[in-house]
Nanobody, 120 residues
């Protein structure tokens, strides 16, 4: 079982920066993928950035060049460094983790979300 705790959200002006963090408790080495998603305008959360246990990263086109995801593998903690923030980035950001169980079943987990608000 994995529990995710996010922090770092807040209010910033356009052009500012913010750093989000997400700590995963449980799972240990079974966690192979972690990432950040935001609510978006649809009924499904949209990918912001992901990082594998091997360090491979993936970014949404909208944030490439502005956001950087990183991981502290020893603690199963990820970070999202956001800079050049735009009002369009305003959203609730959710941490996600994928775990490979002992039965080779993939389990997904979500954090509670942290609010990011960018003012103009």
């Amino acid at each position: 079982q994995v529990q995710l705790v996010e922090s770092g959200g807040g209010l910033v002006q356009a052009g500012g920066s913010l750093r989000l963090s997400c700590a995963a408790a449980g799972g240990g080495s079974r966690i192979y993928l972690m990432g950040w998603y935001r609510e978006g305008s649809g009924n499904q959360r949209e990918l912001v950035a992901t990082i594998t246990n091997l360090g491979s990263t993936n970014y949404a086109d909208a944030v490439k060049g502005r956001f950087t995801i990183s991981r502290d593998g020893a603690k199963n903690t990820i970070y999202l460094q956001m800079y050049s923030l735009k009002p369009e980035d305003t959203d609730v950001y959710y941490c996600n983790a994928k775990e490979l169980t002992a039965m080779t079943t993939i389990r997904g987990y979500w954090g509670q979300g942290t609010q990011v608000t960018v003012s103009s």
